[in-house]
């Protein structure tokens, strides 16, 4: 499967954003998907994961209560919608997929998009 994730930008703290990541191929379903993130001189985070038929989510502590992951089946998307943004959650954000199903764990994830670049001005 490939991955393409967008809808990152330029916000002010407490504004909020909408990141899509668009799947190819007929099996997204199958897949679970989580979005991780990275800043400058940090390693990559978990920010949060869905199940393959949405049932299941998991969100980074960081982010719980402010950030919600979806699916699309029918679109073959996953979004993460994110209120109330904060500038330390400035990073890149990249979609993962797996068979597997979801986990925090990067490492857990076979295919990756290219991430989007959020920044969050204070």
């Known amino acids: 499967v490939q991955l393409q994730a967008s809808g990152g930008g330029l916000v002010q703290a407490g504004g909020l954003l909408r990141l899509s990541c668009a799947a190819s191929?007929?099996?997204?379903?199958?897949?679970?998907m989580g979005w991780f993130r990275q800043a400058p001189g940090k390693e990559r985070e978990f920010v949060a994961a869905?199940?393959?038929?949405?049932?299941?989510?998991n969100y980074a502590d960081s982010v719980k209560g402010r950030f919600t992951i979806s699916r699309d089946n029918a679109k073959n998307t996953v979004y993460l919608q994110m209120n109330s943004l904060k500038p330390e959650d400035t990073a890149v954000y990249y979609c993962?997929?797996?068979?597997?199903?979801?986990?925090?764990?990067?490492?857990?994830?076979?295919?990756w998009g290219q991430g989007t670049l959020v920044t969050v001005s204070s």
């Open positions: 993962a997929a797996d068979k597997r199903g979801y986990s925090d764990y990067p490492s857990r994830y076979n295919y």
């Open positions: 191929g007929r099996t997204f379903s199958s897949y679970a």
């Open positions: 869905i199940s393959w038929r949405g049932g299941r989510t």
